[in-house]
């Protein structure tokens, strides 16, 4: 579905990727970032939110959290992640991405609230429910500070995806904005929920959910009740196409993830100001019954568009012909994905050692492939930066332990 967008706006990117993989110095099951394009677009992106006075968080699970990413975040002028999980938060501490917002999507272990507040020190921390909250609270008492949370709410109507449940009561927030303050260790300091946007096939555009409104309804009950000013994190579908309306419709932070390297459903259907900057690329192995077999291991397509005919670049030399596309069958999601099926009918047939090319949106966090930082692409200089599990740790990937 990004394919065709990788070609048009980001061939060098391709070109660079393939030509590194046929030195040895990207592995086959590698996610590859243009580190360039994510510092233009984390620049951009920074720019308008700056002009619409929003917050901005990055989200890095998608690229498996990679240090280099994160350290061309900060490049593009933002400095604080928003952390899907503890494993998320310790990866971008780790590159020097500080925590801006930890606990949202995934709320923090019990057992480990301590080391969040104390080490991690984030700027706001989302909580569900009151346990959590006194967890949290009292993690950052015992380490000596104050602690903003704020309250993920929710009402019915709402929408969520299955096992994202979660929340206080939109109507009780008033309420609950009290309990929270009175927690030795923590302040309230705002409202959440996600997600407040989504893709609509049918349109073909961005559309507030339920969700935004009723954040705007628990606003307006709070500012009533003296709370004037309060955060408004409005997290999903972000990118800088998108700013204006959060703001407008009352938020104050904004998390970018896929939008940092140009794969939000919205940049598969018009060209937005991200450039493309992130493909999977996989190796040819074997044939079997017309088949091309490559290697597998991150051949996860986040299911946002209906089930779509996926193609790859494949070929022995860089490319971003056209003439190089094939199409590929993956195996079903309740299968490991050992491998892809690339139709290997015609005259040129892809060989064992050929690169293959995909241009999909991804999670690398939930898969085993690699990820894999270029820069220099931009001034025609590329070269590989480091290679790196999805935690964001560098590996010894036995190309490199040759060189």
């Known amino acids: 579905m990004f394919l065709d967008t990788l070609i048009r706006r980001n061939p060098a990117f391709i070109e660079a990727a393939m030509a590194?993989?046929?030195?040895?110095?990207?592995?086959?099951?590698?996610?590859?970032?243009?580190?360039?394009?994510?510092?233009?677009?984390?620049?951009?992106?920074?720019?308008?939110?700056?002009?619409?006075g929003l917050k901005t968080f990055a989200m890095t699970k998608q690229v498996g959290r990679h240090s280099g990413f994160c350290q061309a975040v900060q490049k593009g002028g933002i400095d604080r992640s928003v952390a899907v999980d503890m494993a998320c938060a310790l990866a971008c501490d780790r590159a020097g991405l500080k925590t801006g917002h930890l606990g949202h999507l995934v709320q923090i272990p019990r057992r480990e609230a301590a080391f969040a507040a104390a080490k991690?020190?984030?700027?706001?921390?989302?909580?569900?429910?009151?346990?959590?909250?006194?967890?949290?609270?009292?993690?950052?008492?015992?380490?000596?500070?104050?602690?903003?949370?704020?309250?993920?709410?929710?009402?019915?109507?709402?929408?969520?995806?299955?096992?994202?449940?979660?929340?206080?009561?939109?109507e009780e927030i008033v309420e609950v904005a009290a309990r929270l303050d009175a927690l030795d260790g923590a302040a309230f300091a705002g409202i959440t929920t996600f997600p407040a946007l989504l893709f609509d096939l049918e349109t073909r555009k961005v559309k507030p959910t339920p969700n935004l409104a009723t954040l705007g309804r628990a606003a307006d009950a709070l500012a009533k009740s003296g709370r004037p000013g309060i955060e408004i994190n409005a997290p999903g579908t972000t990118s800088s196409a998108v700013l204006g309306a959060l703001a407008e419709a009352g938020a104050t932070q904004c998390e970018p993830g896929n939008g940092l390297h140009g794969t939000t459903p919205l940049h598969a259907v018009e060209d937005l100001p991200e450039n493309p900057a992130v493909l999977y690329l996989s190796e040819v192995s074997h044939h079997h019954g017309g088949k091309a077999y490559c290697f597998g291991g991150g051949l996860y397509i986040d299911p946002v568009f209906p089930k779509y005919q996926v193609q790859a670049l494949v070929s022995a030399e860089p490319t971003a012909s056209l003439s190089a596309l094939r199409d590929v069958e993956f195996p079903d999601y309740s299968a490991i994905d050992y491998y892809a099926m690339i139709d290997a009918t015609g005259p040129k047939q892809?060989?064992?050692?050929?690169?293959?090319?995909?241009?999909?949106?991804?999670?690398?966090?939930v898969t085993?492939?690699?990820?894999?930082?270029?820069?220099?692409?931009?001034?025609?200089?590329?070269?590989?930066?480091?290679?790196?599990?999805?935690?964001?740790d560098p590996v010894s990937w036995p190309g490199a332990l040759q060189q």
């Open 368 to 392: 085993r492939a690699l990820v894999a930082g270029i820069s220099g692409i931009s001034s025609g200089n590329p070269v590989v930066t480091t290679i790196e599990n999805s935690f964001g």
């Open 20 to 52: 590194l993989h046929q030195k040895g110095e990207i592995p086959a099951n590698a996610y590859v970032l243009d580190l360039d394009a994510v510092e233009d677009n984390a620049r951009l992106f920074q720019n308008e939110a700056a002009k619409h």
């Open 350 to 365: 892809p060989g064992p050692g050929d690169t293959a090319v995909f241009g999909f949106r991804g999670q690398a966090f």
């Open 120 to 170: 991690l020190q984030p700027d706001y921390w989302t909580v569900f429910s009151d346990t959590k909250a006194a967890e949290a609270a009292g993690a950052a008492h015992e380490a000596g500070r104050v602690q903003k949370l704020l309250a993920r709410i929710q009402t019915e109507g709402d929408t969520f995806y299955r096992g994202h449940e979660g929340g206080f009561a939109a």
